[in-house]
């Protein structure tokens, strides 16, 4: 039988400046952590992964991969298993999970690649070429990242609403979006409701999801969905928090409702099943662990008739096309997929990855499909580590 | 949903197996010439199908399907003799069962429901749902044994199991680690004799 015995494990931490400041409820940021992650093989393929890039993270990440030298990549689930049988056996959390699903994915693109198979094919086919992604729009335009108290002096002054419609004009005619995300600072129910109405007006067919990340409690929420019901949005994301609230939220509204907060490991899934507490699971590949746990929330999310659909940050070219590959092989996966990495004012891949008429196109080679470039990583990088026996 | 490979060709037989029963035996013909077998004896062609694909995929490949759905939870299954009835192939009907908390172990015939990747869903709703599978081989051939050992390797849980309805009362089945779907056609000398069209 082939085995894919793993020899090394690369660690890069990375930061890349953003193109400009993005504010939500939860940060104003200027750039992205992350951690690249290079898995080789005895055969001499190396696979590629990628997750959180917190200090944190990238010393979990040399901790695991010690674990993991010596064993077979084609075997992901004796992998998964090595660090723990149940959530009980997970001693760190998000962090845990996070640490994981890079190995996973370094994992899945070294399998995939020493089959002579894309990921698509070997998650389950690869049934799409294009996928429709999504723009990501701040909750205010501003000149860097400014503190919580300049931000809301900016949202105070409502006029200002009209920079975010412009922007996303400008996503629209420069690479065709028709998908947008508005993130909120959860600060003036007044702002989002006049921006959304402007946005609506200024897109009419676009679609366009609102994304608070549940800093509005529930009455303020429920009240502020209700009033945004007629505009048709695409989903309220994570409108106010726990699971109890939105689901209560999403019985007052007509319209779907998103979570990427509240179902975001396997145990919530029947709690948010059985309290009908969410239109669309929007699963973040980092927070569920990995491929084989994304793949199985999909399923499990729709045959209860919640719709799948894949989140993202700011993440790097690697993560990014990983997404493309989930969403072409899972005919679960009907909405835009999340991405930020156009945002990046750079990328550690040699191939361009596009936005192009609002979509991406999924790369053609084996596994991802896609290639580390090292000049650009090491322009990028912060520190790096080889795990090796 | 089949397996992920390029079929050229596709062909079914009927044959008769040493018990006297009928047999329906498939052949997929990968586009890149590798040829991958499946069967049922319930005379439903599209699980033999689907069977072949993805014996075909995991013989181009050199992996054994395990390798092909993402890994294995064990090494060996567990194998009891049961009489209990395999729940029906509703899938609806399976769903409310399972929210309304009417089972423990699914007992699931995947002959009966047709596909690995419907086994797949199941399996993935019976761990959200913290439930285990038992795979029932209705003729406890060693064809059908074969198959739920592979298939039984990917699911996860303790009380993961493969049922017959006659035999001994307990064993252990080995996971073969063969390309494919690891399954020994040559228990059946009817096999060998199969005329395939080119």
Same mark, same amino acid.
């Given at each position: 039988?082939?085995?894919?015995?793993?020899?090394?494990?690369?660690?890069?931490?990375?930061?890349?400046?953003?193109?400009?400041?993005?504010?939500?409820?939860?940060?104003?940021?200027?750039?992205?952590?992350?951690?690249?992650?290079?898995?080789?093989?005895?055969?001499?393929?190396?696979?590629?992964?990628?997750?959180?890039?917190?200090?944190?993270?990238?010393?979990?990440?040399?901790?695991?991969?010690?674990?993991?030298?010596?064993?077979?990549?084609?075997?992901?689930?004796?992998?998964?298993?090595?660090?723990?049988?149940?959530?009980?056996?997970?001693?760190?959390?998000?962090?845990?999970?996070?640490?994981?699903?890079?190995?996973?994915?370094?994992?899945?693109?070294?399998?995939?690649?020493?089959?002579?198979?894309?990921?698509?094919?070997?998650?389950?086919?690869?049934?799409?070429?294009?996928?429709?992604?999504?723009?990501?729009?701040?909750?205010?335009?501003?000149?860097?990242?400014?503190?919580?108290?300049?931000?809301?002096?900016?949202?105070?002054?409502?006029?200002?609403?009209?920079?975010?419609?412009?922007?996303?004009?400008?996503?629209?005619?420069?690479?065709?979006?028709?998908?947008?995300?508005?993130?909120?600072?959860?600060?003036?129910?007044?702002?989002?409701?006049?921006?959304?109405?402007?946005?609506?007006?200024?897109?009419?067919?676009?679609?366009?999801?609102?994304?608070?990340?549940?800093?509005?409690?529930?009455?303020?929420?429920?009240?502020?969905?209700?009033?945004?019901?007629?505009?048709?949005?695409?989903?309220?994301?994570?409108?106010?928090?726990?699971?109890?609230?939105?689901?209560?939220?999403?019985?007052?509204?007509?319209?779907?409702?998103?979570?990427?907060?509240?179902?975001?490991?396997?145990?919530?899934?029947?709690?948010?099943?059985?309290?009908?507490?969410?239109?669309?699971?929007?699963?973040?590949?980092?927070?569920?662990?990995?491929?084989?746990?994304?793949?199985?929330?999909?399923?499990?999310?729709?045959?209860?008739?919640?719709?799948?659909?894949?989140?993202?940050?700011?993440?790097?070219?690697?993560?990014?096309?990983?997404?493309?590959?989930?969403?072409?092989?899972?005919?679960?996966?009907?909405?835009?997929?999340?991405?930020?990495?156009?945002?990046?004012?750079?990328?550690?891949?040699?191939?361009?990855?596009?936005?192009?008429?609002?979509?991406?196109?999924?790369?053609?080679?084996?596994?991802?499909?896609?290639?580390?470039?090292?000049?650009?990583?090491?322009?990028?990088?912060?520190?790096?580590?080889?795990?090796?026996? | 949903?089949?397996?992920?490979?390029?079929?050229?060709?596709?062909?079914?037989?009927?044959?008769?197996?040493?018990?006297?029963?009928?047999?329906?035996?498939?052949?997929?013909?990968?586009?890149?010439?590798?040829?991958?077998?499946?069967?049922?004896?319930?005379?439903?062609?599209?699980?033999?199908?689907?069977?072949?694909?993805?014996?075909?995929?995991?013989?181009?490949?050199?992996?054994?399907?395990?390798?092909?759905?993402?890994?294995?939870?064990?090494?060996?299954?567990?194998?009891?003799?049961?009489?209990?009835?395999?729940?029906?192939?509703?899938?609806?009907?399976?769903?409310?069962?399972?929210?309304?908390?009417?089972?423990?172990?699914?007992?699931?015939?995947?002959?009966?429901?047709?596909?690995?990747?419907?086994?797949?869903?199941?399996?993935?709703?019976?761990?959200?749902?913290?439930?285990? $599978?038992?795979?029932?081989?209705?003729?406890?051939?060693?064809?059908?044994?074969?198959?739920?050992?592979?298939?039984?390797?990917?699911?996860?849980?303790?009380?993961?199991?493969?049922?017959?309805?006659?035999?001994?009362?307990?064993?252990? $089945?080995?996971?073969?680690?063969?390309?494919?779907?690891?399954?020994?056609?040559?228990?059946?000398?009817?096999?060998?004799?199969?005329?395939?069209?080119?």
């Amino acid at each position: 039988m082939t085995t894919l015995s793993v020899v090394a494990i690369r660690l890069t931490r990375v930061s890349i400046p953003l193109t400009m400041a993005h504010a939500g409820s939860m940060y104003v940021i200027q750039k992205t952590e992350r951690t690249v992650i290079e898995l080789l093989l005895e055969n001499g393929i190396t696979g590629l992964g990628e997750t959180w890039g917190t200090p944190d993270v990238y010393a979990l990440a040399q901790r695991y991969a010690r674990d993991w030298l010596g064993r077979d990549a084609l075997d992901r689930i004796a992998l998964r298993e090595a660090l723990g049988k149940s959530s009980y056996d997970n001693r760190f959390g998000r962090n845990g999970l996070a640490t994981l699903a890079g190995l996973d994915l370094a994992a899945w693109d070294a399998t995939a690649r020493s089959l002579n198979m894309s990921l698509a094919e070997l998650i389950g086919g690869r049934k799409r070429e294009s996928i429709d992604v999504v723009s990501t729009l701040p909750a205010a335009i501003l000149p860097r990242a400014v503190s919580r108290k300049e931000l809301t002096d900016h949202l105070d002054v409502l006029s200002n609403t009209k920079l975010v419609v412009q922007f996303a004009l400008e996503q629209q005619r420069k690479s065709g979006f028709r998908s947008f995300k508005l993130k909120s600072a959860a600060y003036s129910p007044e702002w989002d409701w006049k921006l959304l109405n402007e946005l609506r007006e200024a897109m009419p067919r676009a679609r366009i999801r609102f994304d608070p990340n549940a800093n509005y409690g529930a009455a303020t929420a429920t009240e502020l969905c209700r009033r945004l019901d007629p505009l048709g949005l695409e989903f309220f994301e994570d409108p106010t928090g726990e699971l109890e609230g939105i689901a209560r939220l999403k019985a007052a509204v007509k319209t779907p409702v998103a979570t990427n907060m509240w179902v975001v490991r396997d145990e919530h899934l029947v709690p948010a099943i059985r309290r009908q507490a969410v239109d669309v699971v929007l699963g973040d590949l980092f927070m569920w662990g990995g491929i084989d746990a994304w793949r199985r929330m999909a399923r499990v999310a729709h045959a209860y008739g919640m719709k799948p659909a894949l989140h993202s940050v700011y993440e790097t070219g690697i993560a990014t096309v990983a997404n493309l590959h989930l969403a072409s092989a899972l005919p679960e996966v009907e909405y835009p997929n999340d991405s930020g990495l156009h945002f990046l004012s750079s990328d550690v891949l040699t191939e361009p990855q596009e936005v192009r008429d609002g979509a991406m196109r999924l790369p053609t080679g084996l596994g991802l499909g896609v290639t580390l470039d090292r000049s650009k990583l090491e322009n990028v990088t912060l520190e790096g580590a080889e795990i090796r026996a | 949903m089949a397996a992920p490979v390029s079929i050229a060709h596709t062909h079914v037989h009927s044959v008769r197996i040493a018990s006297g029963a009928e047999a329906l035996v498939a052949r997929v013909l990968a586009a890149g010439g590798t040829a991958g077998f499946g069967f049922t004896l319930n005379l439903d062609a599209g699980v033999a199908r689907d069977m072949a694909a993805w014996d075909a995929l995991g013989r181009s490949k050199g992996v054994p399907l395990f390798g092909l759905l993402g890994g294995s939870y064990r090494k060996a299954i567990k194998a009891f003799k049961d009489e209990l009835p395999a729940i029906s192939p509703d899938w609806t009907a399976l769903r409310k069962d399972i929210l309304d908390g009417r089972h423990e172990l699914l007992r699931i015939d995947p002959f009966a429901w047709g596909s690995v990747e419907m086994v797949q869903t199941i399996a993935a709703v019976a761990q959200a749902f913290d439930l285990s $599978i038992a795979l029932l081989a209705p003729n406890a051939h060693p064809w059908e044994i074969q198959y739920c050992a592979a298939l039984a390797a990917t699911l996860k849980g303790e009380d993961t199991r493969i049922i017959v309805r006659s035999g001994s009362a307990f064993s252990s $089945i080995p996971v073969s680690e063969n390309p494919g779907m690891g399954i020994d056609w040559s228990v059946e000398p009817s096999f060998s004799k199969i005329q395939w069209q080119s």
